[in-house]
């Protein structure tokens, strides 16, 4: 089964909470969402390979450990995951950036895939899907099953916030996913939004309702 990293550092819990706050501005909530990706992805990198490779000082020749290529992959889930991707580049800019676009079928309530545009080599990158909110876990679960039907392997899901039940139901479908969450909340309501939550990420990134 995936672990799951629920994030205890004092920023990304401050800074979670401005989020939250409903008269956060547009642009104070894009800074803050790229701030707290930065801050995750310290952690959720933490397993990058390394290799030794000598380098040059001022003063000699030395050995040193570097990364083992940077064979990551970014993947949004569109649109509100476009805002994690700022933050993570600014940690790894030679990842490669995917993005993946679902909608609900209103017949059948389930994800249908719109958009999906992946690295080629995808099958050998460290893959890391985005999206702000893990609610009933639909469209996470959905997208890394079509990144998987593409060659897919290693995957981590990262979110600001979730609810216990999009948790479960991805561990359910994708047991070899490892999740990093900012905050873990208390449940979802009558419409499927996390409470307490933070609204709409896509609608408070972008200013649209």
């Known amino acids: 089964m995936g672990k799951v990293y629920v994030f205890d550092h004092p920023l990304i819990q401050h800074k979670t909470a401005l989020m939250r706050q409903k008269d956060t501005s547009v642009k104070d909530f894009r800074e803050l969402a790229k701030e707290v990706a930065m801050l995750m992805g310290f952690e959720a990198t933490r397993n990058l390979p390394l290799e030794t490779v000598e380098i040059e000082t001022p003063m000699c020749k030395t050995n040193m450990k570097m990364l083992k290529g940077e064979d990551i992959a970014i993947i949004p889930i569109l649109r509100a995951g476009l805002g994690f991707v700022d933050g993570m580049l600014a940690l790894v800019p030679n990842a490669k950036v995917g993005h993946i676009g679902l909608y609900r079928d209103p017949e059948t309530h389930t994800p249908v895939e719109y958009y999906c545009k992946l690295p080629i080599d995808i099958e050998k990158r460290q893959i890391l899907v985005v999206d702000p909110m893990l609610a009933t ?11 998987k039907q593409r060659g897919g392997k290693n995957i981590t899901f990262m979110c600001f916030i979730a609810a216990p039940e999009g948790i479960e139901a991805l561990q359910k479908a994708h047991p070899d996913v490892d999740i990093f969450v900012a905050a873990k909340d208390e449940k979802l309501n009558e419409n499927a939004y996390i409470l307490p939550g933070l609204g709409d990420a896509g609608d408070r990134l972008y200013g649209t309702k």
């Open 137 to 147: 876990g639909g469209s996470a679960v959905a997208a890394i099953e079509f990144i």
